[in-house]
């Protein structure tokens, strides 16, 4: 049974921007923190960014700070990867995952729930 849904992948070129979104259909989204993780082909997953249950504390890895924003609409039961500025090797499929954890970045083995993957893809 799918908990999380991602959407809002796509081919974009680089330098481009895309937002990327994560709805729960079976819980409250604002009980958990929630992480974005990324797998390329042959690589391993990343942990990106990462919104705490509670106080909304966010964290993000190096390589997309500064260029990738999370944040949550609680109204919508959704948390959100602003994605900005986008480059090639940023080309991975995106899952979102949640966990009870009351910090974060969140460890995959670690997450309670995890959404199917939305491709993104920046390409000239």
């Known amino acids: 049974q799918v908990q999380l849904v991602e959407s809002g992948g796509g081919l974009v070129q680089p330098g481009g921007s895309l937002n990327l979104s994560c709805t729960a259909s079976?819980?409250?989204?604002?009980?958990?923190?929630v992480n974005w993780f990324r797998q390329a082909p042959g690589k391993e997953r990343e942990g990106l960014a990462c919104v705490t249950r509670r106080d909304d504390r966010t964290t993000y890895a190096d390589s997309v700070k500064g260029r990738f924003t999370i944040s949550r609409d609680n109204a919508k039961n959704t948390v959100y990867l602003q994605m900005n500025t986008l480059k090639p090797e940023d080309t991975a499929v995106y899952y979102c995952?949640?966990?009870?954890?009351?910090?974060?970045?969140?460890?995959?083995?670690?997450?309670?729930?995890w959404g199917q993957g939305t491709q993104v893809t920046v390409t000239q």
């Open positions: 995952a949640s966990d009870f954890s009351f910090v974060c970045p969140g460890q995959p083995d670690n997450m309670r729930s």
């Open positions: 079976k819980f409250r989204l604002d009980y958990f923190a």
